[in-house]
């Protein structure tokens, strides 16, 4: 479920639109109603949420001010924002900070809802686009990895520079040593997690060591290695 919170400075709006919304069925967690811009400020910075209603006028911070900390903070946030004024000015300026849409006082619970469930699916969509990028990147990676191992660094280097080769060389050690010493229990009966495999560590695996961060990565890693040992390599 996705987070919101609710911010108007008139506490009887506030908790009828909060009592008005059906937020189980809307597939969202209400995590509380403020009224003021800096107990929602508060608020964000405890648990950042997914969605943010906010009036615009209010004391300590105005819903414009809020807007723009909570985008600092989650630039995936869908704010809407509500408002007595029919001012094009406030409207204009919600909308160049981000906001989804512009609501006027008084609110129809309806259209807030509906508001709200198109909230909900721009969020969907926002993290079905980003675990697409991951996959991807992971795609990416995979194919450095093999490139890496069974071409050797010259050849990644030359298909992909040395940027993507130092980039994940931070993670590789963890992933080598597993891979690694669990050739060696498997081929060699060495104990596992002995620290004694980086005696036997061949040229071509240390030359794949700079890249890989996965268990899928660790597997390839200890089939090579085991290769190498079956062939007397290391």
Do not use: H
Not at 60 to 81: C, H, Q, S, W
Not at 107 to 136: F, H, I, N, T, Y
Not at 137 to 159: S, T
Not at 190 to 205: D, K, M
Request: charge should be negative.
């Amino acid at each position: 479920m996705y987070r919101a919170i609710l911010c108007d400075d008139n506490e009887i709006i506030a908790q009828g639109l909060s009592g008005a919304m059906p937020w189980s069925s809307l597939g969202i967690e209400f995590g509380g109603c403020c009224y003021d811009g800096l107990a929602a400020k508060e608020l964000l910075d405890q648990e950042m949420a997914d969605i943010l209603i906010s009036d615009v006028r209010m004391p300590f911070m105005d819903g414009l001010e809020l807007t723009r900390y909570a985008r600092e903070k989650n630039p995936d946030i869908r704010v809407i924002i509500i408002s007595g004024y029919d001012d094009f000015r406030y409207a204009q300026e919600a909308i160049k900070l981000g906001a989804m849409d512009y609501l006027l006082k008084p609110v129809d619970p309806e259209e807030l809802a509906g508001l709200l469930k198109r909230a909900v699916r721009e969020c969907r969509q926002r993290e079905e686009q980003k675990a697409l990028a991951s996959k991807d990147e992971q795609n990416r990676q995979g194919e450095q990895m093999r490139c890496l191992i069974y071409d050797g660094p010259k050849v990644f280097e030359a298909r992909y520079g040395s940027g993507p080769f130092q980039k994940v060389s931070r993670t590789a050690s963890v992933v080598l040593v597993a891979a690694i010493e669990l050739a060696i229990f498997i081929n060699q009966g060495v104990p596992y997690f002995t620290g004694t495999a980086i005696p036997f560590v061949s040229p071509t695996i240390i030359g794949c060591v700079q890249l890989g961060a996965t268990v899928d990565y660790a597997i390839l890693l200890t089939t090579r290695f085991r290769e190498e040992l079956q062939s007397g390599k290391s």
